[in-house]
């Protein structure tokens, strides 16, 4: 089994439709990140969260919200979906370790098109 | 705006060809993170360079993070079909408040073919 599951990989709506992706993890890791993937725009961070109090926007955050229900789990939504975030959804995680920066462990992905 | 920039964004070459991929930035980073992603597949970490100046080999891939913390390469020799995917640098802001905050740059596609 992957250590980071995302759902659901695939998945159409509607223009208004509010849309959930969730992702979880078996890494034991405090820190879980959100991020959408375009061609041609490489990963941009939504959200992020260093633990289960901590939730921070990223450089894009605007038409999402999140919920870190517990460690392991970090949902993202969109509240009312407009075609231009028909994207790639990535969920990570990473170990915090003090000075040092951790490696991130990507799930595979959410497809999200919205018509 | 791309905080890193990579370049080429695409680059073809035949088996066993040398190819070097570059990601440029203006700020300073505590380190920086180089990861290839596969289609239908998240990121996988290749490396991660933290001193300036550092030099990593991982097999036939070599990295290098620069002097000043801002930019890196990622070179490969003799280059393998299966070294086909997309190449990410990530690199970890120097700031206090954005502590594993990573910023990826846009990518470079890179095609092996025999």
């Known amino acids: 089994d992957a250590d980071v599951t995302q759902t659901p990989r695939n998945r159409i709506t509607k223009t208004g439709k509010r849309i959930m992706l969730e992702c979880s993890q078996t890494k034991g890791h405090d820190r879980m990140y959100w991020y959408r993937q375009d061609p041609g725009l490489g990963l941009r961070l939504i959200y992020y969260?260093?633990?289960?109090?901590?939730?921070n926007k990223g450089e894009i955050s605007d038409g999402y919200s999140v919920s870190r229900q517990a460690q392991a789990k970090f949902s993202l939504s969109l509240e009312s979906a407009i075609p231009n975030q028909t994207a790639l959804y990535f969920c990570a995680t990473s170990a915090f370790r003090t000075g040092v920066s951790g490696e991130l462990f990507f799930g595979e992905g959410s497809r999200l098109t919205v018509l | 705006t791309q905080l890193l920039e990579q370049s080429p964004q695409f680059l073809s070459i035949q088996e066993g060809e040398n190819l070097t991929v570059y990601c440029n930035s203006s700020s300073v980073f505590s380190s920086l993170q180089w990861y290839r992603q596969e289609p239908g597949e998240g990121p996988v970490l290749l490396v991660t360079v933290v001193t300036g100046g550092e030099v990593k080999k991982l097999k036939r891939l070599t990295f290098q993070f620069g002097d000043a913390r801002k930019d890196s390469s990622l070179h490969i020799t003799a280059a393998q079909t299966g070294d086909t995917g997309l190449y990410l640098c990530?690199?970890?802001?120097?700031?206090?408040?954005?502590?594993?905050?990573?910023?990826f740059g846009a990518g470079t596609q890179v095609v092996v073919t025999p």
């Open positions: 969260s260093f633990d289960v109090k901590d939730i």
């Open positions: 990530a690199g970890d802001p120097m700031t206090t408040d954005s502590w594993g905050k990573f910023q």
